[in-house]
């Protein structure tokens, strides 16, 4: 018996969701899987909400009709409910990171129609304070283990938040925007790896897009050449 074959033994692949044993590691059971809001089908170019219908050709939702955004595409892997929530808020705040190598793999698949030759991933940063009490960036993890999927270039330390700004939840769109204003930058000692260089910009939830859109602003500052986004989780309009 090999080392591997003895901790499946002792430890056998249990279902990131309801925790019953499966058949291989970093994986959903059959009943979870199925519950699990996965985007697919039409969704919007822009942000990745998931639409009715089909389309041969690139749709938004009435949203990014409305709001125009500073990125080029998005996508999303899940929805941000049920099962959904449940990976993103133990992945953020039960140091649950054995999601992480399954949801990239779930983003990748999310991304492939937007991602570009030389396309470089960079995270959404957090603020050392927030770092030190998460003690790691769930954006970054998910950004370093796409990388691995995809084998793109990933740079961790793309941008810094030298604000520390308040959580977001339960703010309007415009209080959004307005915390976001000027908390984000790009490392000086960075900004030079995107220079005319498509960015795949990665968090793992999306609600009014306030975030994403500070840290594209910045890299289209920076001279990239196509900014895209990625999500673990899009909050959609009837979450």
């Not at 925790?19 to 942000?47: K, N, Y």
Request: charge should be positive.
């Amino acid at each position: 018996m090999n080392m591997q074959t003895a901790l499946h033994v002792l430890y056998p692949p249990r279902c990131l969701s309801c925790g019953v044993v499966v058949d291989s590691d970093f994986g959903l059971c059959s009943a979870c899987w199925r519950e699990t809001p996965f985007i697919e089908g039409l969704c919007c170019d822009t942000c990745g909400v998931p639409l009715p219908g089909q389309s041969d050709i690139a749709v938004q939702c009435d949203t990014c009709l409305a709001l125009a955004r500073p990125w080029d595409q998005g996508r999303a892997a899940l929805e941000y409910r049920d099962i959904g929530r449940k990976l993103v808020l133990g992945l953020k705040h039960g140091d649950r990171h054995d999601i992480v190598r399954p949801a990239a793999r779930w983003m990748a698949r999310a991304a492939r129609p937007i991602l570009r030759d030389g396309m470089l991933i960079a995270p959404i940063p957090l603020h050392w304070l927030r770092l030190l009490k998460r003690k790691f960036n769930q954006s970054a993890l998910l950004a370093n283990a796409l990388a691995k999927e995809t084998g793109l270039d990933c740079c961790p330390d793309l941008m810094q938040r030298h604000r520390h700004t308040p959580v977001l939840d339960g703010k309007g769109l415009d209080q959004r925007f307005a915390t976001l204003d000027a908390a984000l930058s790009l490392h000086p000692r960075r900004r030079h790896r995107i220079a005319g260089r498509p960015v795949l910009i990665v968090d793992d939830v999306m609600t009014s897009g306030a975030t994403l859109a500070a840290a594209a602003d910045i890299c289209r500052a920076g001279g990239a050449s196509h900014i895209a986004v990625l999500v673990l989780a899009r909050v959609a309009k009837d979450g």
